[in-house]
């Protein structure tokens, strides 16, 4: 079947089976290998993308599912600037293999944007979906307080949600 | 060897803001994983590369009757089918382990753990690969299993390893360290024994990336190149040398970034073979990459130890011996990694921090029906589980004598002025202040507090109409001394390598450098360390220290990164390099300043004249007037550079003092951990960021096994962890807000006085947790881990096996 699914704002269509998935459309179509894969059972949390604005992970989302709608991967976090969160876990050393880092990520760019002053608590409960084996939570959920402190200073929340009021 | 330097933390920064050496310093590697551009083994697509799957036993045990492959090999983007038969032609169906047992790539007789390794289907793509697996018959004739350890040497026990000649048992190895005698004698005398019985039971690393490879043999050059996910890409060159017969000099192995290792990545599994097999029989680059389930079903699991621990001791509290007999539970093959002469790891440190004359232990290893490994998930070659036994048994003794735990610690532990000491099992402890961490950790908690607390909380309990779902609180305490840096060559070997780590430094014309690494990170930001380590001894800011590493062609030899041996050893190398690099900028810088070298002096960065502060030459200088036409002294040869190989005349020895707080639900068993506190000392901290990082990470690995990690069988065999809905990782909910403290006792034998940690926390954790349950619980012993059900069932009095699925 061919598929037709935005993906950071650029439209990209492919012939695909239509059993692949969106994790393998992303990585094996497009070539768009920072979003990640690791469990065959929908529990780690490394293949988290946005999918219409929400966090979904994309080993559990038929690339067909998306058909007509719209992607964002990590890949899509930067704009002239690192995106808070992304700064935030380079300042609070909120990673370490980095593997499980960009689904961590997008699950925190999504927190931020409907809660933009997260207590820990709420912090650790968004970011429950999503296992890291190296950092023991403690510096991701930093790096989120870290985004969210800068993003009230410098009045800056997200590229995407700006870009969307615009 | 240099003397000793104390190094306290850098306060010179470079251009960029940096520490000179020493200090917090934002991790060079971070760019590139916060953009989604790490470079892992799986997002790596070669042209014209092929996709490999593996299909697994469904069985436990039993004798393959026939393999069918034509259905498969008729699926049209199918390219190959590769069986034991193939390989058997090639001389690859099996192929040596790192303990000196032989273990099948594919099996050709039996399957004899569930998940074996039986056939490898090479297709178009991965989905393909897969269909095809399900189009291979394979007839099987079920045999009994092996799963529990303590029944493997039953006269009656299926012999499991009938591929050995000569085999009749389950047997692997006895192995026994310490003086028997002394302890009979100790033991006979003492007026009080505690004997307790326990379980580490099996558990796995489980890296959030898996393991895989993407093979290419160059059928043109002879050239193989292997993509892997490796922790040893040095050790692995050699072994694919031996194993495939192979020209080592035509074999470049590359470890590019990996998503996390803990001990899970250090052996060759058969999927790395079979993808080296299968581009030597395509003619193209093929990938295989493992999923979740095979990672955790066949990679190398860690612990499966059945200890029987005794402690003697007197009334008042002084701990006289201990003694230990252990049932090992090795699985199918002997697959275990560590230096050859230590069968059991380094599992004999096990007295632990203590001082006490008297100690021994016995080990038993047998095989079971099992996948292979033991000693991995940042074990330090088994002192994970070392130290769960002392630290349990003290508390056991505690238990007994009605004394408070932390008290029972502070009277036994070593004192200061006893280091270095040498423990009952030979170990030679570097350096230590116990009391001093103990007392720190116990302060951070607010120990007496907690304890008071804990004693009202009981108090209400105990009255009448009481709330039946209070919480139960409970406090825990572990100590441990961990053993890294392995290791002095003399006493050290894997697989007959030698456990010394070669490093390379050299200095560009501009003063900028590059650092070659026989190690290499997972995680642990070796990028960032190690040129923070060459900026601390030559000055240069680390933003102009590149780290090279993970591939075998540009880096030199040394046996990778685990057992925390990173910093210890090529940690060590490349301070010794730099050193030398200094020495010989010092002899150009003479020469520059037409002076002699006696007449120098150092300043961090920059060798100047005595008495004359303006005549001298940074080391970007130096560098440019060792690359240039200056005149240099007779026998010294231009350029800046040095190459060492360090062979460690020690371990080192980190060590601290963990307490976790533990709230349990009386009515449902679930345990919640209010707070931990970790007092770490590894020596000067090259960047505590990092290090604290490393903490949080064996922390969060200590609350796993105590609380929810355990791969458990039923009886026949069947895996009952093998996927993250049955082996279950702690999440952001399960961990508390980490409370750290440090003290710093350098290492006397270090060049920079630093010791290991990657594993500390890892293995000092799990019993700080399980004392805090147990003291919930108001019980001597139970076994982890205490999943609300083993919880419950424990404070019913009805204890349970966790690694079984019957009684
Ligand atoms: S890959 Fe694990 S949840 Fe998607
Ligand atoms: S940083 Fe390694 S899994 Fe999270």
Request: glycine share 10%; net charge negative.
């Amino acid at each position: 079947m061919r598929v037709t699914i935005e993906v950071n704002g650029r439209e990209t269509s492919a012939d695909i089976e239509d059993r692949l998935l969106l994790v393998h459309y992303l990585r094996n179509t497009l070539g768009m290998t920072g979003t990640h894969w690791g469990c065959d059972t929908s529990n780690c949390g490394a293949c988290t993308v946005w999918l219409d604005g929400l966090p979904v992970k994309s080993c559990t989302t038929l690339a067909a599912m998306a058909d007509g709608r719209s992607v964002r991967s990590v890949e899509g976090l930067e704009g002239d600037t690192l995106d808070p969160v992304q700064q935030g876990f380079i300042e609070e050393h909120g990673l370490q293999c980095g593997f499980c880092t960009p689904g961590m990520m997008m699950v925190a760019r999504a927190l931020l944007d409907r809660d933009p002053d997260p207590d820990e608590a709420t912090i650790r409960e968004a970011i429950s979906g999503n296992l890291c084996r190296c950092t023991g939570y403690e510096n991701i959920v930093r790096a989120i307080r870290w985004a969210a402190r800068k993003q009230a200073e410098t009045g800056r929340s997200d590229r995407e949600a700006e870009e969307a009021v615009l | 060897m240099t003397a000793t330097e104390t190094p306290s933390p850098d306060t010179l920064t470079s251009p960029a803001g940096n520490p000179l050496g020493f200090g917090r310093m934002l991790r060079k590697e971070d760019a590139r994983f916060v953009r989604g551009q790490g470079h892992y083994v799986d997002d790596l697509v070669l042209p014209g590369m092929l996709h490999g799957a593996i299909l697994r036993s469904s069985y436990a045990h039993a004798k393959i009757v026939s393999i069918d492959t034509s259905a498969a090999e008729a699926h049209p983007k199918v390219k190959a089918v590769i069986t034991g038969k193939t390989l058997e032609g090639l001389n690859l169906a099996w192929m040596p382990t790192l303990s000196g047992d032989v273990v099948a790539v594919l099996a050709t007789d039996k399957v004899r753990f569930q998940g074996q390794e039986v056939a490898f289907v090479i297709a178009e793509d991965e989905y393909s690969a897969r269909d095809a697996l399900e189009l291979i018959e394979v007839e099987y004739e079920p045999l009994p299993a092996v799963v529990d350890a303590r029944h493997a040497l039953d006269p009656d026990a299926p012999v499991i390893r009938d591929d050995l000649e000569g085999r009749t048992d389950n047997h692997i190895y006895d192995w026994e360290a310490g003086d028997a005698a002394a302890c009979d004698e100790v033991f006979a005398n003492a007026e009080v024994v505690v004997a307790e019985d326990m379980i580490y039971p099996r558990v796995h690393p489980a890296p959030m990336e898996t393991c895989g490879a993407v093979a290419h043999m160059d059928k043109v050059t002879g050239k193989l190149t292997i993509w892997t996910t490796t922790q040893a890409p040095h050790a692995h060159r050699t072994i694919y040398a031996l194993v495939a017969g192979l020209p080592e000099q035509k074999i470049q192995v590359i470890s590019p970034d990996i998503g996390g290792g803990f001990g899970n990545k250090v052996g060759i599994y058969p999927g790395y073979v079979l993808a080296i097999v299968g581009s030597i029989v395509t003619g193209v680059p093929v990938k295989w990459v493992e999923d979740r389930s095979e990672n955790l079903m066949s990679t190398s699991f860690a612990r499966d130890y059945h200890m029987h621990g005794e402690i003697a001791a007197t009334r008042d509290g002084k701990i006289l011996g201990l003694r230990v007999n252990v049932l090992a539970d090795h699985g199918a093959f002997n697959g275990v990694a560590q230096p050859t002469k230590f069968p059991a790891g380094f599992f004999h440190v096990f007295t632990g921090s203590y001082d006490y004359p008297a100690a021994h232990c016995k080990v038993t290893a047998v095989y079971t029906n099992k996948a292979l490994g033991g000693v991995a998930y940042a074990c330090s070659f088994r002192i994970t589980e070392a130290v769960y036994l002392v630290e349990r048994m003290v508390n056991c003794l505690a238990f007994e004598l009605g004394m408070d735990p932390a008290e029972l610690r502070m009277k036994n532990l070593l004192r200061p002025e006893q280091f270095p000491y040498t423990s009952p099992t030979g170990w030679v402890y570097d350096s230590g202040n116990y009391p001093r961490a103990l007392e720190e950790a116990m302060r951070i908690a607010g120990y007496d507090e907690l304890r008071a607390e804990q004693a009202k909380r009981r108090e209400e309990a105990a009255k009448p109409g009481a709330d039946p779902s209070a919480p139960l609180m409970g406090i825990g305490i572990s100590f441990f001394t961990e053993a890294v840096g392995a290791g002095p060559r003399k006493h050290m070997d894997i697989l007959g390598l030698g456990m010394a780590d070669g490093c390379e430094l050299r200095l560009h014309p501009t003063g900028k450098a590059q650092l070659r690494l026989s190690v290499q990170t997972q995680g642990q930001g070796h990028e960032t360390t190690f040129a923070q380590i060459v900026s601390h001894v030559i000055g240069i800011p680390p933003e102009d220290i590149e780290v090279i590493h993970g591939d075998t062609d540009n880096t030199p030899f040394g046996l990778g990164t685990y057992g925390s041996r990173s910093t210890p050893v090529s940690g060590a190398a490349a301070a010794v390099a730099a050193q030398r690099v200094k020495e010989k900028a010092k002899v150009i810088a003479a020469a520059a300043l037409e002076c002699s070298v006696e007449d120098l002096e150092w300043e961090h960065g920059r060798w100047y004249v005595k008495g004359d502060h303006a005549a001298g030459k940074t080391m970007a200088e130096i560098a440019m007037a060792a690359h240039s036409s200056l005149e240099l002294p007779e026998g010294v040869e231009g350029h800046l550079d040095a190459s060492v190989v360090y062979n460690p005349p020690n371990l080192t020895y980190p060590f601290g003092a963990y307490i976790c707080v533990v709230d349990v639900d009386p009515q449902t068993g679930a345990v919640k951990v209010r707070r931990f506190i970790a007092v770490d000392d590894c020596g000067p901290r090259i960047n505590p960021m990092i290090v604290e990082g490393q903490v949080h990470g064996g922390l969060a690995d200590g609350v796993g096994m105590a609380l929810m990690e355990v791969i458990a069988f039923d009886s026949d065999g069947n895996n009952l962890g093998g996927s993250f809905m049955d082996y279950l990782l702690p999440t952001s909910m399960e961990c508390p807000s980490w409370e750290l403290g440090e003290t710093v006792t350098p290492s006397p034998h270090h060049p920079i006085g630093v010791k290991g940690v990657g594993e500390s926390a890892t293995v000092g954790s799990p019993p700080a947790v399980v004392n805090a349950v147990l003291d919930a619980l108001q019980i001597r012993a139970a076994d982890m881990p205490f999943t609300p059900a083993v919880t419950w069932r424990a404070l019913q009095g009805r204890p349970i096996r966790p690694d079984l699925a019957i009684e």
